[in-house]
């Protein structure tokens, strides 16, 4: 099994920047892939996620704004999200992919407002 532990996110105005951790414990060895997805009402969208390899996606609505990142040595993956807008605004879950399953995390809260 794997742990993941999240931490950022919070309350930002418009422009502004955070960014997101996760770091992933227990069976590591099996780690595939890690990302971030975010849930608002109505909709939920996959806004990026880093391989094993290196290989980075990100969705459109993030492209060019928001960074994922990973430092192997810790077992963390990161989010930077630069000139945030209030759409961006949603809960943010990390996603660990294994093998043989998927984990997520408890989800951590992003407003952007004024």
């Known amino acids: 099994q794997v742990q993941v532990v999240e931490s950022g996110g919070g309350l930002v105005q418009p422009g502004g920047s955070l960014r997101l951790s996760c770091a992933a414990s227990?069976?590591?060895?099996?780690?595939?892939?890690m990302g971030w997805y975010r849930q608002a009402p109505g909709q939920r969208e996959v806004v990026a996620n880093i391989?094993?390899?290196?290989?980075?996606t990100y969705a459109d609505s993030v492209k060019g704004r928001f960074t994922i990142s990973r430092d192997n040595a810790k077992n963390t993956v990161y989010l930077q999200m630069d000139s945030l807008k209030p759409e961006d605004t949603a809960v943010y879950y990390c996603?660990?992919?294994?093998?043989?399953?998927?984990?997520w995390g408890q989800g951590t809260q992003v407003t952007v407002s004024p």
């Open positions: 391989n094993t390899g290196g290989s980075t």
């Open positions: 227990g069976d590591i060895v099996s780690i595939r892939s």
């Open positions: 996603n660990v992919r294994v093998v043989y399953s998927t984990y």
